[in-house]
C-alpha cells in the first residue's frame, strides 16, 4: 500500500475548471497504476479515469472523457486530474487510487489497494 493525499478540491461554477493532485508516499510510486475514482451523494462509487506505471497510457470513464486529464510525475510521486467544461454532474467526492492490475478499459474499486482520503469538488449551476 501507499500512502495519498488529495488536494485541489473546491466550489467552481459550470464550464470551469479545477486541478486536483495526489501526493504519494514512499519509494514504489512508479510501480502503480494511478487513477482517480468520484462518489456523489446516495451513489456508488465509480471509475473516472487511471494512468499507467510510466504514463504512457491513460483510460477514462465515458462521462469524462474530452474533458478531463490525467497525468503523473513520477520524480514528484505525483499524479493530477485536470477537470475542465465541468458540469454540475460532477460534483462528487473525487478519490486518488492506487493499484497493481486495472481492466483494459476501466478500473474497479476492487482492484485498488490505496485510497486517499477524497477532495470535495462541487460544480454550481
Known amino acids: 500500500q501507499v500512502p495519498l493525499v488529495e488536494s485541489g478540491g473546491g466550489l467552481v461554477q459550470a464550464g470551469g475548471s479545477l486541478r486536483l493532485t495526489c501526493a504519494a508516499s514512499?519509494?514504489?510510486?512508479?510501480?502503480?497504476?494511478m487513477g482517480w475514482f468520484r462518489q456523489a451523494p446516495a451513489k456508488e462509487r465509480e471509475f473516472v479515469a487511471y494512468?499507467?506505471?510510466?504514463?504512457?497510457?491513460?483510460v477514462y470513464a465515458d462521462s469524462v472523457k474530452g474533458r478531463f486529464t490525467i497525468s503523473r510525475d513520477n520524480a514528484e510521486n505525483t499524479v493530477y486530474l485536470q477537470m475542465n467544461s465541468l458540469k454540475p454532474e460532477d460534483t462528487a467526492i473525487y478519490y486518488c487510487?492506487?493499484?497493481?492490475?486495472?481492466?483494459?478499459?476501466?478500473?474497479?474499486?476492487?482492484?485498488?489497494?490505496?485510497w486517499g482520503q477524497g477532495t470535495q469538488v462541487t460544480v454550481s449551476s
Open positions: 487510487a492506487a493499484g497493481s492490475t486495472t481492466y483494459r478499459s476501466r478500473w474497479s474499486s476492487q482492484q485498488v489497494s490505496s
Open positions: 494512468i499507467s506505471r510510466n504514463g504512457g497510457s491513460t
Open positions: 514512499g519509494r514504489t510510486f512508479s510501480n502503480y497504476y
